[in-house]
C-alpha cells in the first residue's frame, strides 16, 4: 500500500507540473503576442479611414506612372484630377459628381498631352473624323468659266459606255439669268449627241442624268467623250457656254472601275480652221530642273489625203538647237478624224543658255498603208531666230511664266 501511494504522489506531481509549465508557456506566449501588436500599432499615426484609402491610392498611381514611365507615357484623365473622395455605408469609394470638364493647363504640353487635357475619356473629337475638303468645289482659277463633273463606266459583256453627267459649276453666263443644258457627243462621230435636260436659272445646275453610247471595246480607246455647255436666252436661242474635251485612250475602264471626273470648261475656237488646219498645245519651262516640257492638245481641220476610218493622224515633236536635229518624240495615231484629241506630254533636257537658240517643231502627219506617210502640216515655235507672230509670244510667255503651262492654238504650214 505504501508502495502504490509513494506511485500515486509521484505521478500526480509530474502531471502537476507539466500542467504549470504548458500554463506558463500559454501565458508567455501571448504576452509576447500583445507587446509585438502594440510596438506595431505605436509606430503609426491614427488616421481617418478617408486620409488612408486617399494615401494608399496616390501611393498607387505614383508607383504605376513611375513604372510606366520608362516605356510607354501614361497619362492620368483630367476626369480624375482635382477630386475628393468621400465614404460610403458599404465602405465603397467613388468619386463625387462635380464638372467633368477642365480647363487645360497652360505652357508647352505634347500632343498626348494635349488632347488627353482637351477631352474627357469617353468623348469623340469631333476634328479627327472631318473628311478632307474637297478643293474642287472652292479652288477655282482666275478667268474660269465653269467646271463640269461626270463619270464614265465600261461594260465588257454588252460593250456599253456609261456616262453620267453630275453636275456644272460656276458658270459665267452673258447674262444674269443663266438656263444651262449639256450635249455629249462620242467623237469622232459628231453628227449624232445625247442631250441632258434643261435646268432653268441657275448658275450651279446639278443633272445626276445617265446616257449609255454603244462602242465596241477594240475601238474605245480611240473615241473621245465632248460635252458643250449651252445658255438658253429668253428667245430660245443656244449660246455655247463652253466645253470639254475628254480622250478616253488613257483611261482604264472596267465594270468595277467607276471614275468620277471633273475638268474645267474651255472656251471653243470660233475662228475658222486655217488653210492646212491648226494644232493647239502647251509649253512649259522649269528653269531649276531645266526641262522644257510640250502638252499636244488637239488638232482640227486637217486636210486628210485619205479619208478613212484606217487612217492614222499622228504628231512628231522634234528638238532642234541651232538647227541640228536633237531628240524627237510622237504621239500615238488616232484614227478616222480631222480633229483628233491627243493630250499626250513629252519633256525634253534643255539648259537654261540654250533657249535663244532652241526651237521646236511641231509636225502634223498621216500614216498610209504601213510604212508610207504624209506631212499634213507643221508649225515652229522658238526664239527671235526662228520664228515671228504668235509663235515667238508663245515662247517668250514660257519663258516668262517658269514652270506655268501656257497653252495656245497655231496655224499649220506646209512648208518643210
Known amino acids: 500500500e505504501q508502495a502504490v501511494a509513494v506511485a500515486g504522489a509521484v505521478i500526480g506531481g509530474i502531471l502537476l507540473f507539466v500542467l504549470i509549465g504548458t500554463t506558463a508557456y500559454l501565458l508567455w506566449k501571448k504576452f509576447c503576442c500583445l507587446l509585438s501588436y502594440e510596438k506595431l500599432t ?9 486620409a488612408f484609402f486617399q494615401d494608399q491610392t496616390k501611393s498607387e498611381m505614383q508607383l504605376k506612372s513611375t513604372s510606366r514611365s520608362r516605356s510607354v507615357p501614361f497619362i492620368i484623365p483630367p476626369k480624375l484630377h482635382g477630386r475628393d473622395w468621400i465614404n460610403l455605408t458599404n465602405e465603397e469609394q467613388v468619386q463625387e459628381d462635380t464638372d467633368p470638364y477642365m480647363i487645360p493647363q497652360s505652357g508647352p504640353r505634347s500632343s498626348f498631352h494635349s488632347l ?60 444674269d439669268s443663266c438656263s444651262p443644258f449639256v450635249k455629249i457627243y462620242l467623237l469622232p462621230d459628231e453628227r449624232s449627241y445625247l442631250q441632258s435636260k434643261t435646268k432653268c436659272k441657275t448658275l450651279n ?11 465596241s471595246s477594240k475601238m474605245l480607246l480611240q473615241r473621245t467623250l465632248k460635252f458643250l455647255v449651252y445658255h438658253v436666252d429668253k428667245q430660245k436661242k443656244h449660246h455655247l457656254l463652253g466645253q470639254v474635251i475628254f480622250p478616253l485612250k488613257n483611261e482604264v475602264l472596267t465594270d468595277d472601275n467607276k471614275l468620277v471626273i471633273w475638268r474645267d470648261l474651255e472656251k471653243e475656237n470660233l475662228e475658222p480652221p486655217s488653210e492646212y488646219g491648226d494644232i493647239q498645245f502647251s509649253l512649259s519651262y522649269n528653269d531649276y530642273l531645266g526641262r522644257l516640257t510640250v502638252v499636244v492638245l488637239r488638232a482640227r481641220g486637217l486636210k486628210l489625203q485619205e479619208e478613212s476610218h484606217a487612217v492614222g493622224v499622228y504628231v512628231k515633236v522634234s528638238l532642234m538647237n541651232h538647227n541640228k536635229f536633237i531628240k524627237s518624240k510622237k504621239t500615238a495615231a488616232v484614227l478616222g478624224t480631222p480633229s483628233p484629241v ?54 517668250n510667255e514660257m519663258i516668262s ?6 497653252k495656245r492654238w497655231h496655224a499649220l504650214c506646209h512648208s518643210m
Not at 42 to 50: D, E, F, H, L
Open 42 to 50: 505605436s509606430s503609426v499615426k491614427t488616421t481617418n479611414a478617408s
Open 116 to 175: 488627353a487635357g482637351a477631352y474627357v475619356v469617353g468623348t469623340i473629337n469631333p476634328e479627327l473624323y472631318k473628311f478632307p475638303e474637297d478643293k474642287s468645289e472652292t479652288d477655282f482659277p482666275d478667268g474660269n468659266i465653269g467646271r463640269l463633273w461626270f463619270s464614265i463606266e465600261y461594260e465588257q459583256e454588252s460593250e456599253r459606255l456609261l456616262v453620267s453627267l453630275i453636275k456644272v459649276r460656276k458658270l459665267q453666263p452673258p447674262t
Open 205 to 215: 445646275p446639278q443633272f445626276d442624268e445617265n446616257f449609255v453610247f454603244q462602242v
Open 342 to 395: 491627243y493630250n499626250e506630254t513629252f519633256s525634253f533636257k534643255v539648259d537654261q543658255t540654250e533657249l535663244d537658240t532652241a526651237s521646236l517643231s511641231l509636225s502634223v502627219l498621216q500614216s498610209i498603208k504601213g510604212e508610207k506617210t504624209l506631212l499634213l502640216g507643221r508649225v515652229v515655235v522658238g526664239p527671235f531666230m526662228y520664228t515671228r507672230g504668235k509663235e515667238l509670244e508663245h515662247w
Open 401 to 406: 511664266k517658269p514652270k506655268e503651262l501656257v
